[in-house]
């Protein structure tokens, strides 16, 4: 039997990662995902299922002991917020660049500089664009519920040791600090050093006779092997867009209108979308759940049916940007958003749609 | 004695380290870095942990310290060497780590990582190679540049009033309960090199206690950042660095700690 808990969000990345054998969690208090930690030091899972958990210095320090976790194979992650993320940058491209997995959870809020500490989806340039120097792309994923909180964390691994990459869960602030009923699989148990052996034959796990030393670095100083490593990393991102590209539908078999919405957004806007379908009016929404790689191609094919879209975000606008280039031009784009950790109600949406749409 | 002769595997006094690799090395010559890898390496072999050992390398001229020593290495991003080597033992406990760090990747961008390393008493070994220089961008002034020295971002000397003073970070972090063994060596001399290679020996023991981190500095010369000749660069040290960066042990918990 599956249990069924009411946690926060945040409290369901912590669960999950003791229950989905993770070996390692470094990270640094801030609002307002701190509770990933809390909960962790509660529960202390260094007791039972051998799981490390460290409060480091800094995001900084976290971000680079993870890095020393992944070098040697192992499941390590971190969780911080927008400022906190930026700090992390460095640590995120030298992970890219040194092909690592792990996984970090970014728990938006307001900003630019220390913001506010209310919930926002400010970090997604950041994120999806590039959080760090050099050609890279994080795998990002973007949950809605507590249950994708939990269930994230699983995936996140899945696609990190799939591609040996650094995988983004893009929250908000609202996913982290809301509760919502969570169904929690057995616990599953760490690897065993035979499995990391198997699973990670590149990993700094000591060198035996049997094979040659096993180096994790991101240094080439040659541009020949540099540029021949970057295309290798093209390639490999060329295979995360053709097989990795997730998004929902919501009502949009017979839409004539589309929202575009992620995260905790699209929960608000699904609302939105039921309110002008009283009204008579045909609208639908598609939410990205992966927001690299995007979902080009269905916002595209979608946008030929539509007479207009409409990207719903706790920003200034940033991934509108991606709903253009997926349109094309082929009908009209229009943005809605609130910033600064103000959250937007159903009716705001509806206002700001009649109102791009010239309809009562 | 003919070649042939001296070259029979009895008459053997000296040979390079099992696990120095083939590689060129891309220090110049008079640089202590090669001594100090030579060490290392040949402690790794004497004690047998070559399969156990992870080395972890910085940002500056020991970033390839990886292709010289014939065990599993990473490498950091400049300063946070210690932050890699916290997580890399404290999920790893039955390994050898270790950190090289330069005086400007562990006294400048690094203080927060190994001051906390310290504090935290992490079970690893940091060897720190202080010659009172960035050599790898070109010879720019580091924490360590002693007063008056001249550097390339302080061609008139090191002026206290504008650059602040030398940091004595061996001395420093003694005062941290997480540290167990701290000492401060140099390799200028046949003597020196022994004593060096016993100090390294007793830190990777150590690091085997679970009594917290073991500090190794070695007083190092930067002949190409000095503009001198290795020579030089030894005498010079011995005269100034050393008044500074005195040698020999400061702290160490099983010697120091008073009898039952």
Redo the contacts between chains.
Sequence with gaps: MAEKILMKGNEAIAISAIRNGVDGYFGYPITPQSEVMETLMKERPWLTTGMVVLQAESETSSINMIYGGACCGKKVMTSSSSPGVSLMCEGISYMAGAELPCVVVDVMRGGPGLGTIQPSQSDYNMIVKGSGHGDFHNIVIAPASAQDMYDFVDWGFELAFRYRNPVVILADGIIGQMMEKVEMHEQKPRRTAEEILRDAPWATTGKPASRPRNIITSLSLDSDIQEVFNRKLAVKYAEIEANEVKYTEYLTDDAEYLFVAFGCSSRICEAAVDELREAGIRAGMLRPVTLYPYPFARIEELAGKMKSIMSVELNLGQMVDDVRLAVKGTCPVGFYGRQGGNIFTPEEITDAFKKFNNLK | MDTAEIMRPENIVYRKPALITDNVMHYCPGCSHGVVHKLIAEVIDEMGI?????G?SPVGCS?FA?NYI????????HG?AP??????K???PD?HVFTYQGDGDLASIGT??II?ACSRGENIVVIFINNGIYGMTGGQMAPTTLIGMKTSTTPYGRDPKINGFPMVIADMISHLDGTAYITRQSVHTAAAVRKAKSAIRKAFEYSEKNIGLSFVEIVSTCNSGWKMSPVDANKWMVENMFKKYPIGDIKDVLKDAPAL
């Design positions: 070559q399969d156990s050992t992870i972890i970033v990886y014939d065990i599993d290495w990473q490498e950091a991003a946070r932050a890699l080597a916290t997580a890399t404290r999920l790893c390994k927060a990582e906390h």
